[in-house]
């Protein structure tokens, strides 16, 4: 993905790379480059490849964004009683667990800027399988976000802390849920949750059609 332009916004990425010895034997088991198994026999350039460089028998993780609109940078703080006590980190947290064990990398990231969320959608058309999207207020101005997601044609899941459709009129109309694959509201952060299993359930179903391939119609 390109580098991000950031302007004022606050993304949750993954920290800075682990050395590429490192990081090959935690992905794949075989020695790197500061392996003393590595050091000898022949195709050894070869073997210095980052594990996360595409390839066939190296497959890249799938990944997952999660963007998160304006304002929930203060959970924890703001109206507590509507949105609960934990924070955006601590969501990011559990977002980030609850992935390792679906075998899923997320990329969880938060702005107060519309542009920035398009630009971020824009961006992950080619190395994205699927989007978590809670747009905060923009659910429900925003015509420029679900073209971009319309645009992307991926998989995206509607998250939203509180319950929309129990509180004021203009909460109740999303401009996101028509381009959604799924919406879940009103369950707080548990919601986060359920949208990466349905996520990674997607994409499973995704990846079992395409080995499958075109269906025989005799018998």
Excluded at 17 to 28: E, L, T, V
Excluded at 98 to 108: A, C, N, S, T
Aim: include cysteine.
């Amino acid at each position: 993905m390109p580098p991000l332009r950031n302007r004022n916004a606050t993304v949750y990425c993954p920290g800075p790379r682990a050395d590429i010895g490192q990081a090959r034997d935690s992905c794949s088991g075989r020695p790197g480059p500061n392996d003393p198994r590595g050091r000898s026999g022949p195709g050894r350039a070869a073997s210095r490849a980052h594990p996360c460089v595409r390839r066939e028998h190296h497959p890249v993780p799938n990944t997952v964004l999660i963007l998160n609109g304006p304002n929930l940078n203060l959970l924890g703080r703001r109206e507590p009683s509507v949105y609960g006590r934990e924070t955006l980190d601590d969501i990011a947290a559990a977002c980030r667990v609850r992935g390792e064990k679906l075998r899923i990398r997320v990329d969880f990231r938060q702005t107060n800027h519309e542009g920035e969320l398009v630009e971020w959608i824009q961006q992950s058309h080619a190395d994205v399988r699927g989007i978590i999207l809670n747009a905060a207020a923009y659910t429900h101005t925003s015509v420029a976000i679900p073209d971009a997601l319309r645009a992307v044609a991926l998989p995206c899941i509607e998250v939203h802390l509180s319950n929309v459709h129990a509180r004021e009129s203009f909460r109740h109309h999303s401009y996101i849920s028509p381009v959604a694959t799924g919406v879940i509201v009103g369950l707080g952060s548990q919601g986060y949750l359920l949208a990466l299993d349905a996520m990674a359930r997607l994409i499973a179903d995704a990846d079992a059609a395409n080995a499958d391939g075109p269906r025989s119609l005799s018998t």
